[in-house]
């Protein structure tokens, strides 16, 4: 990032502004398997006036609420110690015995260990639900109610949300000064990599374009890339708001809700779910799956076992492709790297954008972000924030015609993936008269017809009776 980017980042995001090292960095959270999210907090929390870090005090804080051995929190637990702790942990409703579960799988707590009692839910209504959650909890070894074993009680929580609020307003400002080439530089860099290792515009979009599912609802992508080329660490590292599928089984009722347990899975409380390296992941039941996903990726919502599942999470799907020695496909049919599941024109149809991931560099240390950057917690609140942010649609429904017979789910998938990129590159354009049309249709819309059009041909691939062309979009010349 040029310096006098540093200097508007500096100017415009103070508090949010970090600085990055990874070498020095890096062996302070040894041991310690933490997402970019968590490790900023941290280090913002221990960066010292004078801008030095104050690392003596950073290793304290981490050993007292980031144990590194598993033992040491059982034990500790075990002598009567009460814990607070910084974690990730697992909800789980037992309704047959009226149990609220937790679990905290990365010190050892199992789901059928840990409890949550009422008053902590009731002080956090809407927080503890089903799902994944990243905060900090006070922890306490007590008897059953019965008197005959004991249970791991959360005796106290706080949601892990370093930014309580983000100021959208207070972006909008800040952006406007910034250049686009700037403004694609800092995004770069919030995701803790380098502009200046990419070769050309082109990566840096085809980069950047995975975002597009963190700021947008309900967006379904698909990429396809060789190894290498940082998939993984995107989905699983910059926003506690995403799951990530890697690898193992996966059935209807993990995905979306669980008969048995009555509960929901994993897509009803997350902005996102990525399946990474899709061609390990074994899915039970294929064809419930199929028809599930079918009519959640067409409506927001599906019928599981007479009820009624919605959600605004975006699907990822992600899976490696052969390439020749010019790094291009081997096969122009790019769906053939997808599981035989996967390969269901109807189902493809239903995807809004794809991702050219062989365009990617494969991920060097020249790559690796060192300077000063936006901290990736405020990074993806606000990510999270945008998503709610209906004027970029409506500027949208403004600025674009197409023609009369559009397919709908090509006008659908059009508009998400441009609103989109306005919302990621533009987001302090308000009204109509903030919008620089020759922006708005290189960096929106033309790309957003381009992704949407790989999928349309690449489904005619497997169903000649899906049509290649996409229909027109067009600015108005008259607002």
């Known amino acids: 990032m040029q310096a006098s980017t540093t200097e508007k980042l500096k100017e415009q995001f103070a508090s949010m502004a970090i600085y990055k090292d990874p070498a020095s960095t890096n062996s302070l959270f040894a041991g310690r398997n933490l997402p970019s999210f968590v490790k900023d907090f941290i280090l913002k929390k221990y960066i ?11 290793t304290q804080f981490m050993d007292k609420v980031i144990p ?7 034990d500790r637990l075990a002598a009567g110690e009460e814990l607070v702790l910084l974690a990730r942990f697992i909800i789980y409703i037992d309704l047959v015995r009226g149990v609220r579960r937790f679990g905290i799988p990365d010190l050892g707590i199992k789901i059928n260990e840990g409890q949550i009692p009422e008053y902590v839910y009731k002080n956090h209504a809407g927080e503890l639900v089903d799902g994944e959650k990243w905060g900090i909890v006070k922890l306490s070894l007590l008897p059953d109610a019965d008197g005959k074993k004991n249970h791991v009680e959360m005796v106290d929580y706080k949601p892990f949300k370093p930014y309580r609020s983000v100021d959208v307003d207070y972006l909008r400002d800040a952006r406007q000064a910034f250049t686009i080439q700037e403004w694609i530089d800092l995004l770069l860099s919030a995701m803790e990599y380098e502009s200046d290792g990419f070769d050309s515009l082109t990566q840096k979009m085809e980069f950047l374009t995975r975002l597009l599912i963190f700021v947008e609802p309900r967006l379904n992508v698909i ?7 940082g998939k993984s660490y995107v ?20 995905l979306f809700y669980d008969k048995n347990k009555q509960q929901n899975g994993i897509i009803k409380n997350h ?27 067409e409506f927001g919502k599906t019928t599981i076992d007479n009820n009624e599942f919605s959600s605004e999470c975006g699907l990822m799907l992600m899976g490696n492709i052969p390439l020749n020695e010019q ?5 122009y049919r790019y ?5 035989q599941s996967f390969r269901e024109s109807a189902l493809l149809d239903r995807f809004h954008c794809f991702i050219e991931g062989w365009h990617l560099p494969r991920i060097h240390k020249g790559l690796i972000y060192k300077g000063w950057t936006i901290n990736v917690e405020y990074f993806s609140e606000i990510m999270h924030t945008l998503r709610t942010q209906n004027v970029y649609g409506l500027l949208f429904d403004e600025l674009v015609e197409y023609e009369k017979n559009a397919d709908t789910r090509d006008f659908n998938a059009v508009k998400r993936v441009a ?10 354009w308000a009204t109509v008269e903030n919008v620089n049309k020759e922006d708005f249709d290189t960096y929106c819309l033309q790309p957003a017809i381009r992704r949407r059009g790989i999928i349309k041909e690449q489904c005619h691939y497997i169903d000649p009776e899906f049509k290649t062309v996409m229909p027109a979009f067009w600015i108005r010349k008259q607002m």
Not at 48 to 58: P, V
Not at 240 to 246: D, E, I, M, P, Q
Request: aromatic share 10%; charged share 25%; glycine share 8%.
């Open 327 to 331: 790094r291009r496909p081997l096969n």
């Open 235 to 254: 989905f699983g590292n910059l926003s506690k708001y995403g799951w990530l599928v890697s690898g193992g089984k996966v059935t209807r009722a993990k």
């Open 419 to 428: 609103v989109g990129y306005m919302k990621l590159l533009f987001p302090h």
């Open 335 to 339: 769906f053939d790297s997808l599981p």
């Open 271 to 297: 902005d996102f779910t990525a399946f990474d390296e899709i061609q390990t992941i074994k899915f039970q039941e294929p064809v419930e799956i199929q028809a599930a996903l079918k009519s959640y990726l």
């Open 223 to 229: 990429e396809l890339a060789p190894k290498g080329t």
């Open 68 to 74: 590194e051995k598993q033992t040491d929190v059982k």
């Open 48 to 58: 010292l006036k004078d801008g030095m870090l104050n690392r003596e005090g950073l």
